[in-house]
């Protein structure tokens, strides 16, 4: 797949090499990939989960064109990810998920990359289902969500000791986005 590309951002794979020169530090990263890394990436949570992925990645490496960096083409600077997890070559479901740097934030740069990668997914033929969670204390995600044409699952909600995560299902009829 490579790369798809919005008015403003390029979402590229996060590949094999990439994903050790994160791990390795963003300045590794800034080498390997011709791209400046925004100081606030990545974020702990997506940071922790690098070596989990690395491994799968290693035994699978058509892993990768599920998850992808998110580029401001402006600045030429990485500054979020968006990407799913598991494995929708065999379950045909991709759970959703994304993340922003603070100083990027409230400029919609997530509806944009959620939008694109949409488009993208719903022309590969193994997904049947696309779904996204999200804290009900995360507005921001929920408007996310919701701009994308996402619909909350109301009889879904799971309770945490970091809150209450709600279920997000994206319809997959023709026509819907």
Not at 73 to 80: A, L, P, S, T, V
Not at 138 to 162: A, C, T, W
Request: proline share 5%.
């Amino acid at each position: 797949m490579g790369k798809l590309e919005t008015e403003r951002l390029l979402l590229l794979e996060y590949n094999l090499d990439w994903i050790k020169a994160t791990i390795a530090g963003v300045d590794e990263l800034e080498r390997v990939s011709g791209y400046s890394v925004s100081p606030e990436w990545p974020g702990i949570d997506f940071f922790f989960y690098l070596p989990y992925v690395l491994e799968n990645v290693k035994k699978e490496p058509e892993m990768t064109k599920w998850t992808h960096l998110i580029v401001l083409k402006e600045e030429n600077k990485i500054i979020g990810e968006i990407g799913g997890q598991g494995k929708p070559d065999e379950t045909g479901e991709i759970e959703l998920g994304y993340s922003i740097v603070p100083s990027y934030q409230n400029q919609g740069y997530v509806t944009e990359a959620l939008c694109e990668l949409l488009i993208w997914l719903k022309k590969q033929p193994e997904i049947k289902r696309i779904f996204a969670r999200s804290f009900e204390n995360n507005p921001h995600s929920i408007q996310v969500l919701r701009k994308s044409g996402f619909v909350y699952q109301e009889d879904q909600d799971k309770m945490e000791s970091r809150g209450t995560i709600l279920l997000w299902e994206y319809p997959m009829e023709d026509g819907v986005q």
